[in-house]
Nanobody
Framework: VQLQASGGGLVQAGGSLRLSCAAS????????MGWFRQAPGKEREFVAA????????YYADSVKGRFTISRDNAKNTVYLQMNSLKPEDTAVYYC???????????????????WGQGTQVTVSS
């Protein structure tokens, strides 16, 4: 599956952005989808995921209550709505896909098989 992320940009602290990730292929419904981010000088980290089997969602503690992941299977697209953005949310955001439906599989980097190219999110203070 090929993934194309979009929607990044520059926003002031407290603002909102919605990231989109369009997937190719006709089996999108069988993939759990995740968002990860990588800030300069830091390792890539988990942000959010939505499981294919039951649409359960998972979030990193740092974004709970502010970010929402969702998917539209008819459009082969997963979204990340980001509200109340903070400067520490600044990073390149990556979408990823996995056939796993386990909690470990959808919340860790090693669980994902396919990655998009990343989209830059910059939050100014």
């Amino acid at each position: 599956v090929q993934l194309q992320a979009s929607g990044g940009g520059l926003v002031q602290a407290g603002g909102s952005l919605r990231l989109s990730c369009a997937a190719s292929g006709r089996t999108f419904i069988r993939y759990s989808m995740g968002w990860f981010r990588q800030a300069p000088g830091k390792e890539r980290e988990f942000v959010a995921a939505i499981r294919w089997s039951d649409s359960s969602t998972y979030y990193a503690d740092s974004v709970k209550g502010r970010f929402t992941i969702s998917r539209d299977n008819a459009k082969n697209t997963v979204y990340l709505q980001m509200n109340s953005l903070k400067p520490e949310d600044t990073a390149v955001y990556y979408c990823a896909a996995t056939t796993s439906s386990t909690v470990m599989g959808v919340t860790t980097l090693r669980g994902y098989d396919y990655w998009g190219q990343g989209t830059q999110v910059t939050v100014s203070s």
